[in-house]
């Protein structure tokens, strides 16, 4: 439970989190969606929304008719070359930076863990002037989908020379992806689900300690 933790870090999502890039990436998806010819079964976004943070070469499978399972390389090559566009023209969510500078005001170390390639997730938050808020803020190679976290979350407990068990205990993670809430579940780090692009019904499936609707109710959480 988190009033039973004492926390001393935090690790942060970007995208849906720290940055509201949803809109964004979902209209890249179903402009090349388009472009490629693939025909869902679902509306596009109903589909991004599903397959966010999957591996998309097997969870686009899911809802394509056989015959165009053959297109998806291309589409995921197309949509991987294009990311950085949707990247540099997202905002920050209004709420961040207070809580971001409230957090450090209490003493918490804190990181960005994101599925998006680690040069977008630097500039992004470089551009709004918090980047020297966090220690460490890592990405993934570039591709879409299919990676784990799990690596940054070890890289964070070195980074503070902590055994992960340890790190994990005095730690929370706050993501808006079901893959997120089973990434922080697997590693024994507090699951903190935030609404911005799922249900709490879908955070909570995924094992979410607390979901929570606003960012700066992060604070009644942490709370020392």
Known sequence: MAQKRKFKYGVFDRDGVLIDSMAGYGALFEELSKEVGLNFMLPTAEVLRKITSSDWFVSLKLFLPAREHQLIPLFIEKYDAQMSKVSSSSRMFPAVPPLVAELKRQGLKLFISSFAPTEYVVSSIARYGIDDQFELLKGMSGKVGGE??????????????????????????????????EGAVRNGILAVGITTTHTEVDLKAAGADVVIDKHEDLLNIVAP
Do not use: W
Request: proline residues 3%; charged residues 25%; hydrophobic residues 30%.
């Open 148 to 181: 784990s976290k799990d690596s940054h979350i070890q890289e964070f407990a070195d980074y503070v020379d902590q055994n992960l068990e340890t790190f994990a205990s005095q730690s929370f993670f706050i993501g808006d992806s079901p893959r997120d809430m």
